[in-house]
């Protein structure tokens, strides 16, 4: 039984950051929607990416972005709320799920997240960005549009600039 909880934990878990991996994160994710639909609540979602990861790598090798990425796990987990998750979506990508959270305290917690890393002193990569876009659920939303929202706003603090915050356009 022990053994089998051990298993499970190791398999929902990024072995790098130690956050949720993005299977279990997906899991997490469908769960929450669900349930907060059906309660009639907020629900946002924070969509993350490391601004010039390949530069990273590419300039100072593969263990400067490893610690890029966990530190940048690190400051999510840290910086979230106590209901909030923080999924190590691939790559460089992070998702944070946020229920009870509206569009306007999720970009307020998205701003937080930015600014922390911003700070954060990484020695083996040197300073490290992220642009983050944001997404409330809408009534009868699919999962799959959600995140397309929150990734469209993502792009969008990307092309506006990088290590930048934007709000996805409602559904």
Known sequence: MERERHLLEIASRDALTGLYNRLAGA??????????????????????????F???????????????????????????RGGDLAIRWGGEEFLVLAP??????????????????ARAEIPASGPVTVSLGVAQLAAGEAVAELLQRADEA????????RKRVEAAAPA
């Open 154 to 161: 993502m792009y969008r603090a990307k092309s506006g600039g």
């Open 54 to 80: 390949k530069h990273i790598n590419d300039s100072r090798g593969h263990q400067a972005g490893d610690d890029a990425l966990v530190t940048v796990g690190a400051i999510l987990q840290a910086g979230i």
């Open 27 to 52: 899991r997490m994710l469908e769960s929450l929607v669900a349930e907060t639909q059906a309660a009639g609540q907020a629900f946002s979602v924070i969509l993350a990416d490391l601004d010039h």
């Open 100 to 117: 009870g959270c509206g569009i306007a305290q999720a970009m307020e917690l998205a701003e937080r997240l930015r600014a922390g890393v």
